[in-house]
């Protein structure tokens, strides 16, 4: 199986447990992996027989934006659901990347695995 991937989608939202958190916007930084059977669109040169990214990004993007959560967990579990869901994509990996959260390390976060992976 074929995959599609996404890297450092830049997102700014609220997100933390912290109450100074729950105040302002932190930017969390995304990479996708979603397996897509991309043969047909090879052959036909033509977007709608492909996994459209752009439009994953948009999604992924407004629903993060738009999104509270206190736990990445919680964030990239929702992310997965989505694009399962709205994209009819059989197995996802979501990696959710918090800059900052930890002094001394350039960031910390989640991956996570969803679906049948390709083989």
Do not use: H
Not at 2 to 8: A, G, M, T, Y
Not at 24 to 42: C, F, G, H, N, Y
Not at 52 to 70: E, I
Request: glycine content about 6%; proline content about 2%.
């Amino acid at each position: 199986m074929d995959k599609i991937f996404l890297s450092e989608l830049k997102v700014d939202t609220v997100i933390g447990i912290w109450e100074w958190e729950r105040r302002i916007r932190q930017t969390v930084v995304i990479d996708l992996e979603m397996s897509a059977d991309i043969a047909k669109a090879a052959a036909t040169d033509d977007v709608k027989d492909t996994l459209n990214y752009k439009a994953v990004a948009k999604r992924v993007q407004q629903f993060v934006a738009d999104s509270s959560f206190q736990l990445v967990e919680t964030l990239a579990e929702k992310i997965a659901g989505i694009i399962r869901e709205e994209f009819d994509v059989a197995w996802v990996s979501v990696r959710v990347n918090k800059p900052g959260a930890i002094r001394g390390s350039r960031d910390v976060g989640v991956m996570i695995e969803r679906g049948s992976r390709p083989s």
